[in-house]
Structures are given as structure tokens and as C-alpha cells.
């Protein structure tokens, strides 16, 4: 099956720009989506097909997808941005929704 | 308000069954396709099934294919699971979500439930 790799954690300063990575082979050619945790709390979506920010999110949130690596961008980090960041695509080949094993931002 | 409410969880014991109900409220139920997600604790995100807005189709996780059934009751805005001959792995909050139909790689999953608690223990 389809496996997406993304790094346990990164640190980053507040004010500063928090880069997550998640890898799979020619992940270019799927449409992939994020999704922030906060601890206790339900996901929510944060970027839709690789870089369309929902309503209500952010602009500091960015996403793109090229090659074998899409990325999610967090500009200007806070607080509030503490929390688990897990990618999702569709793998037509096995008919399964694939989440990434998450990563954990932490704000310094 | 859009809203997902799960509901059904509970502890059991290995081999029971179990059905989570999930009810959504606030947009149009029959327009969505719907998945169930589990976490188990400390563990990150893992999805176990998916039915579409026809129930024409309907995909299951390896870890629960034959085990679980999907199904949805468009009358009463209602998002099913049976889960049959549980294990102690399938110990999780499990959460329902909507997702947008067009492709199934076009939209995430936009609105969640709060999630309702499976435990498989003797």
C-alpha cells in the first residue's frame, strides 16, 4: 500500500516559519490534504488538494506539492499553533485513504 | 451549525460486537461521502472505512475488512458502523467525517465529530 513519511517532530521559534514535510514516491500526482490535532480535540482540515486553504483558516497556513514531497507551511508561528499535523491522499490503486504517521510542532 | 455526533462507543469484551452511530445536522447528509478515522491512544490518525453519498461505494482498511460494515441511513442523517469480532488493537477514539464528492482524491475530510470511545479489554 501507498505509505506517506512525515518527520515525528520540529521545533520552531514563535514568529518563525514551521516547514512539515510528507513523502511518498511521485506524491506529485495525488491531491494531498492536512489536517491540524490539537491534544483532545477532533482534526481539522487546514489544507485542501495540496495548497486551497478552507474558510476560516489562516493565511499563515500554505501547502504545496511537487515532485516526491508535499509541503505545509506555517508562517509566523504562536501558541495556538502547537499540535499534531498529519497529510492524507487517496491511493486509487489500493482503494484507501493513507493519513502520514503526523508531526508533532512544538512552539519553543 | 454543521455537526457530527458520534455515538455507541464503549468497552467490550474480545470477540464482541459493537454499532458507533454517527448523526450529522446543519448541510444536506445524502450530497457527502463519509468516512470513519480511528486513533488509538497516543497514535496518530488511521482511516477504517468510507461509503459514498449512492453507498455505491465502499472501501475498508486491511486491519478491518470483513470485520466492520459501513453503512448509512440518508432518512435519518445517520452514519453507521458494525464492528464485529473485536480485538484489543481496535481500541481507539473513533471519529466520523464528511468529505465532498467529486474524486475521491479531490476534497479532504472537512468536518469531524468529536470522536466516541472504543475498548477492547477482558
Known amino acids: 500500500s501507498y505509505v506517506l513519511t512525515q518527520p515525528p517532530s520540529v521545533s520552531v521559534a514563535p514568529g518563525e516559519t514551521a516547514t512539515i514535510t510528507c513523502g511518498a514516491n511521485?506524491?506529485?500526482?495525488?491531491?494531498v490534504h492536512w489536517y491540524q490535532q490539537r491534544p483532545g480535540q477532533a482534526p481539522v482540515l487546514v489544507i485542501n488538494y495540496d495548497s486551497d486553504r478552507p474558510s476560516g483558516i489562516p493565511e499563515r497556513f500554505s501547502g504545496a506539492n511537487s515532485g516526491n514531497t508535499a509541503t505545509l507551511t506555517i508562517s509566523r508561528v504562536d501558541a495556538g499553533d502547537e499540535a499534531d499535523y498529519y497529510c492524507q491522499v487517496w491511493d486509487s490503486r489500493s482503494d484507501h485513504f493513507v493519513f502520514g504517521p503526523g508531526t508533532k510542532v512544538t512552539v519553543l | 451549525e454543521v455537526q457530527l455526533a458520534e455515538s455507541g462507543g464503549g468497552l467490550v469484551q474480545p470477540g464482541a460486537s459493537l454499532r458507533l452511530s454517527c448523526a450529522a445536522s446543519g448541510f444536506t447528509f445524502d450530497d457527502y461521502g463519509m468516512h470513519w478515522v480511528r486513533q488509538a491512544p497516543g497514535k496518530g490518525l488511521e482511516w477504517v472505512s468510507y461509503i459514498s453519498s449512492s453507498s455505491s461505494a465502499i472501501y475498508y482498511a486491511d486491519s478491518v475488512k470483513g470485520r466492520f460494515t459501513i453503512s448509512r441511513d440518508d432518512a435519518s442523517n445517520s452514519l453507521l458502523l458494525q464492528m464485529k469480532s473485536l480485538r484489543a488493537e481496535d481500541t481507539a477514539v473513533y471519529f466520523c467525517a464528511r468529505q465532498r464528492e467529486y474524486s475521491n482524491s479531490r476534497y479532504g475530510m472537512d468536518v469531524w465529530g468529536q470522536g466516541t470511545t472504543v475498548t477492547v479489554s477482558s
Open positions: 511521485n506524491i506529485r500526482s495525488k491531491g
